[in-house]
């Protein structure tokens, strides 16, 4: 059961779980997705909160930190929250953009100086990205109500699939009835159904977005192919 929520400011996509300043997700399975929206003191132990919740019943491969139209004024918190991702052996990729201020973009570049992680987005006054993706901050805004979307004049869509959260339906049984009734002569081939076409999985259109969640899917794929 997809559970979309409509409260304010928070994200509107599957599994979502809230707490005071960060909304957390599980996206393609194992990419764990963190938004937050103000650096303040407590910022630390609900980003740890919210990554237990989500470890608790997926394998996690690497993090997202999302702080594009982030604030804050806490510095201790931006501290606390870089001495955690610190400790964290995962790949880690941080979202920023004009919009990233004050402590937010302290945090982001504290883990980017530190190598704690690569930095994705547009630039802020403060930090220019490892990965530079330009987005209209129009669209960007739209993106973080649903990444799922497609904005008709957007040029910034991406093709990065994304994991399918819709439930899959299998409609071949009873195309293969009517085979067994083939194969024992009791009909013809023209009173076979035609062969639903499978829906095709949702995929990320925020650029940035779907360009994290590539460095972590390949970083996984990489780690898991060197310990094989």
Do not use: C, W
């Not at 159904?193 to 794929?221: N, W």
């Amino acid at each position: 059961m997809i559970l979309i929520l409509s409260l304010t400011r928070i994200l509107s996509f599957a599994d979502v779980t809230s707490v005071d300043l960060v909304k957390s997700v599980v996206l393609e399975n194992n990419v764990a997705y963190l938004r937050v929206s103000d650096v303040g003191k407590n910022l630390a132990e609900e980003i740890q909160s919210a990554q237990k919740a989500l470890t608790g019943t997926n394998k996690i491969a690497g993090t997202i930190l999302d702080l594009r139209f982030a604030d804050g004024d806490d510095l201790a918190g931006a501290k606390a929250a870089a001495d955690l991702f610190a400790t964290k052996k995962l790949p880690l990729a941080i979202l920023v953009n004009g919009e990233t201020r004050g402590a937010a973009a302290t945090l982001a570049t504290t883990l980017r100086e530190a190598r704690d992680g690569l930095v994705f987005g547009s630039r802020t006054t403060e930090l220019k990205p490892d990965i530079a993706v330009a987005v209209k901050i129009a669209d960007e805004k739209r993106y973080l109500e649903n990444p799922y979307a497609a904005l008709a004049q957007s040029e910034t869509n991406s093709t990065a699939s994304t994991n399918n959260f819709s439930p899959f339906i299998d409609h071949t049984s009873e195309a293969d009835l009517v085979r067994e009734k083939i194969k024992d002569g009791d009909a013809d081939e023209s009173s076979m159904p035609p062969r639903p076409t499978e829906p095709q999985k949702p995929f990320i259109h925020d650029p940035v977005l779907a360009r994290a969640v590539d460095l972590i899917k390949d970083l996984a794929v990489l780690r898991h192919q060197s310990q094989s």
